[in-house]
């Protein structure tokens, strides 16, 4: 991508590339799938339900491609310090927002304090649990850390 278009941005260059591999993938489980329906002669839904293994997929050359990306990002990317610093400062922003939520549900919009109510009285904890995770789940990044800081200030 590099050698064929040197003039074109480093942000363009990323966002083609990654467009590029999606539409490598997508491209590959169509026409892997029409091989396998192909193959076990599928002519009705009945018969797709009666296949013991998945109709779609990925062919074996991409599968293995896929999956050597996968072992990479895994390695050089998600597991990197830096990442999992970022990572876990998200996981105690949500754990702050979702236990100060449930506990005082007045601290929720009107809309989603009458949801936790409702759930009270429908499902108990559980269900109380569930609207709180849902509306904290909703939130953008930046909204989620201005709502931290509010509720610990």
Not at 1 to 23: A, F, G, N, W
Request: no cysteine.
């Amino acid at each position: 991508m590099i050698k064929r278009y040197p003039d074109v941005s480093p942000r363009r260059q990323l966002y083609e590339t990654i467009r590029r591999m999606v539409d490598n993938l997508v491209s590959d489980v169509i026409t892997q799938a029409e091989r396998n329906i192909a193959a076990v002669r599928v002519d009705s839904i009945d018969a797709v339900r009666n296949q013991p293994g998945p109709l779609m997929s990925l062919s074996d050359p991409v599968l293995e491609e896929h999956q050597e990306l996968k072992r990479f990002l895994r390695a050089k990317l998600y597991n990197h310090p830096k990442v999992k610093e970022v990572m876990d400062e998200a996981r105690a922003t949500l754990r702050t927002l979702f236990e100060a939520y449930l506990k005082d549900p007045s601290r929720l919009p009107p809309e989603h304090q009458a949801l936790v109510a409702r759930a009270d009285t429908e499902g108990g904890e559980p269900a109380r649990a569930r609207v709180v995770a849902d509306y904290v789940a909703g939130m953008t990044d930046r909204f989620a850390y201005q709502e931290s800081e509010r509720i610990s200030s």
